[in-house]
Every structure is written in C-alpha cells, then in structure tokens.
C-alpha cells in the first residue's frame, strides 16, 4: 500500500511526551512508527528535539519511507531518536519490522543505568553534555556501542 494524506509526526511526538510526564513507571520509551515526511505540524523538528532533550523518554523511530520521504525523513527520525539516547530503524519488509518490533523489545530489556554526580554546582539550567565509552574487558572482540543520552539540562534555581 502507498503512503497518502497527512502526517504530523512532530506535533504527535511533542503530544506524547507531555503524556509521558504523567506515566508512573521511571522507565518510558515512545515507539514512533511513520511512512514518510512531516507535512502538518505546527512544531519544528527543532521543537520536537528540544522537547525529546528536556523529556526523560527514550523515542525509538521506525521509518516505513517511501521514495517521496527520502533522506529528509531519514535524517529527522535519526535526530528524534538520538536526542533520547534511541535508536532509528528503517526496515525495507514487513518481515524486517517485525524483526526491528524484536529487537527495540529486547534493547529495552537489556538496557543498563548508569548513573554520576556532576562536579558542575552552577544552578543555571543549561545544557550539560555526556560522553560514555565502552571499554570491552581484554579477549573480548566483539563490538560495543553506547546508546545513550547525549547530555541533559542542569538544575535551575
């Protein structure tokens, strides 16, 4: 089936994170699963990654692109999952997305918290930005990645 009508994924993602903010669980992830380009939104997706960075949500995307939604749509859903320390997917099948369905259930499952007390005390809540590495133990050779958030806000007064 072709993708048609109208899609605004950044007022939506915008919309879901301020649901987010009442969920009882400290673990919330959004599963953003769309066909194309933004066309409708009243929000930027500056917006919608300004609001993914102060939210406390990891958002994983999984493109269904067309050849209409290109590399513009591409480039956006990366930028939205990676702002929350998610990922993005861009599965080509059906099959494939069922599998990309699989494995964000299992990254969800086998995530680990890391946690740190900052050395910066200045209460001016601005942007402080993370860098995690992985170092993987001697032998081992297989490849590490980090999915992670790239920063936070600090406290304000």
């Known amino acids: 089936m072709?993708?048609?009508?109208?899609?605004?994924?950044y007022d939506a993602l915008i919309?879901?994170?301020d649901h987010m903010q009442e969920a009882k669980h400290t673990k919330k992830t959004i599963l953003l699963i769309t066909d194309g380009v933004d066309n409708v939104s009243k929000h930027t997706l500056d917006e919608a990654i300004e609001a993914t960075k102060r939210s406390r949500?990891?958002?994983?995307?999984v493109g269904l692109l067309s050849?209409?939604?290109?590399?513009?749509?591409?480039?956006?859903?990366?930028?939205?999952?990676?702002?929350?320390?998610?990922?993005a997917y861009f599965p080509q099948t059906a099959e494939e997305?069922?599998?990309?369905?699989?494995?964000?259930?299992?990254?969800?499952?086998e995530q680990y918290?890391?946690?740190?007390?900052?050395?910066?005390?200045v209460l001016n809540?601005?942007?402080?930005?993370?860098?995690?590495?992985?170092?993987?133990?001697?032998?081992?050779?297989?490849?590490?990645n980090?999915?992670?958030?790239?920063?936070?806000?600090?406290?304000s007064k």
């Open 57 to 61: 949500v990891a958002v994983y995307t």
């Open 113 to 121: 918290t890391l946690g740190y007390f900052p050395m910066n005390a």
């Open 67 to 87: 050849e209409s939604g290109g590399q513009k749509a591409e480039d956006s859903l990366i930028r939205m999952a990676e702002a929350s320390g998610g990922r």
């Open 2 to 9: 072709k993708p048609f009508g109208q899609t605004a994924i």
């Open 97 to 109: 997305a069922g599998s990309v369905m699989d494995r964000v259930a299992r990254d969800l499952r």
């Open 146 to 155: 980090a999915n992670y958030r790239h920063g936070y806000y600090g406290p």
């Open 125 to 144: 809540g601005a942007w402080r930005s993370v860098r995690v590495q992985v170092v993987p133990p001697p032998k081992v050779t297989a490849k590490l």
């Open 15 to 17: 919309l879901a994170l």
